[in-house]
């Protein structure tokens, strides 16, 4: 009888032990995330601590993907390095997330809208007052090497408007089809919807191929844009074609 009273004592003892690990384990599964390094040069150092005097132990190159447990205060991911948690900087992060396609759609439909506002000639000012809610400023600066032209100069003021031409000279942009009946009809695939994070902006890249014809190939639309945070406008910062 003894023994069993000392077995359900050290029982009684040990589940509160193992409730508490298995809770905390899944409590730690559930708040890691995955994120891929965003570099454009180089490497990105892996350190023993959070901070820039810790001893670099490693590096991760550019779309290396991660792990990451948590986010420190001062801006470091602590992320699983070699079975080991290790720091890297947070700000050379991103972190996908998904985007339904209504809302892609709203949101380049937006950018397509003012940026088809723009008819006629302008003067520098005028175009920047019309482009600016839905463009970056050097987006709109490269307008002028591309698809901008000079087309009069009246009451000694230079209006500028859309060259002539039959194809963007890769930065004004057509528009997606998103209509599935439309793009069945001619043969065009779905868009790619592309959303991620970093450093505490917002990033979405949409694209789409379209088939080949007597004048061109393969030609796919993509288009950059980025929201600096949850209250601000989403800006086309690049398009290609």
Known sequence: MDRVLK????????????FSYAS???????STKVAYVDITSGVLNVRSGASTTHTIVGSLKDNAKVTVYSITK?????INYKSKKRYVSNQYLRYYQKMSETEAKKITDRVIKIQNSLKGSYTKQQIYSILSPGFTDAF?????????????????KRL???RATDFPAYVIMYGITWDKNERI????????????KKNGKEYLVVSQKYPADELYENVEQKIYLSKANSKAHWKVYHTSW
């Open 185 to 196: 009809k001619y043969k065009i695939p779905a868009p790619k919807i592309n959303y991620y």
């Open 7 to 18: 077995s359900l004592a050290v029982i009684l003892l040990v589940l509160p032990i193992v």
């Open 24 to 30: 905390t384990s899944h409590v730690q599964a559930a």
């Open 160 to 162: 500028y408007g859309w």
């Open 74 to 78: 001062s801006g470091w991911a602590e």
């Open 140 to 156: 709109i600066e490269k307008l002028y090497k591309y698809d901008l032209m000079l087309l009069e100069i009246k009451n000694g």
